[in-house]
């Protein structure tokens, strides 16, 4: 069991009003594991480790995991951020037990923590994750990763960033912010790009600047010039299905992932390094950070500048969610790097027709719950992903609604894209029709074409959701 964000939370308490809330809670900690007959050590002072028989963790699922819901309360009260995260190992001897244990705490705290996980030897289960994922202050952590990439790629023959299947701007203008430090350690810099019309209008301006030249590569390209010497650095995601082609993860002994998603179970196994921050913004935030330890001769372009906040502003939906002070830090920095904030509005503009498509989407969209929209379109349109994942923002601008889903068929699938307000968490139920991604935005692909059999599945996982936090 571990206390989210402690530094974080006690360093603005004075010593006598810290030492009271953390009182209370070893008090709620010691009568939760008193429920169970259970033992609780304390191990850190941010860490307590709790033992009790397997008959009783029935009774915790039962109740929800409770303990979350008092520690929330708590820190309600004290007007601080706090929470805990648990994890649970079962179905094991206890050596094995202790293994799952950890795991399932990493898994917890990956997903943003305020939550219990429960592994075995097959599968994990989650429990709670309502509370909002709060950004750091300290920058000890971003620093530390900057120099250990440093190193990386000061050590590799080459350096390749791959971010997810159907590329958006957070993942390409990440990793057009970084190559710039790649660049500026006198290695060769390649970004592999797949065939995403999301990203079409940047990668135009890419390939007409003499310096990136030869820069965007295709998966294939990358296969044939990737060594076991190469630093592959994983953007924007940090599962392997998610990836244009898993396969470059073992070509190399190097591998780096930063992502801001909440953490998934499948996570890409043989990681060197990893930057895992779901409280952050976007992937090209968490850039523009690791740039700022990495990149001391301040050579940063103003079309990386442009690349960097462009991402931001479309993960931030226009610094509307999911923004703290170090969001908008990293647009200053950016602003002082020769940002045109003009030219970046030009890569949203849309034609006449994908106007239209959208805007007919978003016609046909119906309330499945309170505040939460579906559109189903049995039309393929074209740039179809595109035009999903901006009717579901869309939708988010009518009133009173908090959560919008899109369904439309794709080759042998049927995807969702799915868009919150931060109230609802879409990540938790898109995740139990196999999807994932964070908390604000967040997808899904099923393999079926049947959109009305998908649109039951969403319904139903909607309804889980809401009876899960119904207490809450």
């Known amino acids: 069991m571990n206390i989210d964000n402690y530094d974080e939370v006690f360093q603005k308490l004075d010593d006598s009003e810290s030492q009271q809330a953390l009182s209370k809670l070893h008090k709620y900690i010691s009568e939760w594991a008193q429920e169970s007959k259970g033992v609780m050590k304390k191990a850190e002072r941010d860490r307590y480790l709790v033992f009790f028989e397997h008959q009783y963790l029935k009774d915790y699922i039962n109740k929800k995991f409770s303990l979350l819901e008092e520690v929330r309360a708590l820190g ?3 007007k601080m951020p706090i929470s805990v995260s648990i994890g649970v190992g079962a179905s094991g001897n206890i050596h094995e037990n202790d293994a799952y244990a950890r795991a399932a705490l990493d898994m917890a705290l990956g997903r943003g923590g305020d939550q219990a996980a429960i592994k075995d030897a097959s599968q994990y289960n989650f429990y709670g994750g309502i509370a909002k994922d709060y950004e750091r202050s300290t920058r000890v952590k971003t620093r530390s990763f900057a120099e250990a990439l440093k190193d990386f790629i000061a050590n590799s023959d080459k350096v390749i960033f791959m971010g997810h299947q159907s590329l958006d701007y957070d993942a390409f203008g990440a990793a057009l912010g970084l190559q710039r430090a790649v660049r500026t350690l006198g290695k060769e810099p390649y970004i592999v790009v797949d065939s995403s019309p999301a990203i079409s209008k940047m990668a135009e301006e890419v390939t007409a ?5 030869g820069m965007l590569i295709s998966p294939e390209i990358a296969r044939d010039i990737i060594t076991m010497n190469t630093l592959l650095v994983v953007m924007d995601t940090h599962r392997p299905s998610m ?3 898993s396969d470059l993860l073992e070509k190399t002994t190097k591998v780096v992932v930063i992502d801001h998603h909440r953490r998934s ?9 990893v930057y895992h921050e779901p409280y952050a913004s976007s992937t090209c935030e968490m850039a523009t950070e690791i740039l700022q330890y990495i990149d001391n001769d301040k050579k940063i372009t103003p079309f990386e500048s442009k690349a960097l906040y462009t991402g931001i502003l479309m993960d931030t939906k226009n610094f509307s969610v999911k923004t703290g002070v170090r969001t908008f830090e990293a647009a200053s920095y950016l602003r002082r790097y020769g940002l045109n904030t003009q030219e970046v509005r030009k890569l949203f503009n849309m034609d006449k027709d994908a106007y239209v498509n959208r805007a007919e989407i978003i016609k046909n969209s119906a309330c499945v719950a309170d505040k939460m929209l579906v559109s189903v379109c049995e039309e393929a349109y074209p740039d179809m992903k595109v035009i999903s994942s901006q009717a579901a923002d869309e939708m988010l601008n009518l009133a009173g609604i908090q959560a919008a889903f899109v369904i439309y068929p794709m080759d042998d699938e049927t995807y969702i894209s799915a868009r919150s307000l931060g109230t609802i968490n879409v990540q938790v ?20 074409r049947d959109t009305e059999a998908v649109l039951e599945q969403l319904e139903n996982a909607i309804q889980e959701y809401l009876e899960e936090n119904e207490k809450n």
Request: proline fraction near 2%; glycine fraction near 12%; avoid cysteine.
């Open 76 to 78: 309600e009260e004290l």
């Open 209 to 213: 600047i003499e310096e990136y030249r």
């Open 243 to 245: 990836l244009p082609d």
């Open 265 to 273: 179970t499948d996570f890409i196994s043989n990681v060197s390094l």
């Open 429 to 448: 139920i898109v995740e139990k029709l196999g999807g994932g991604g964070h908390a604000t935005v967040a997808g899904a692909q099923v393999a079926s």
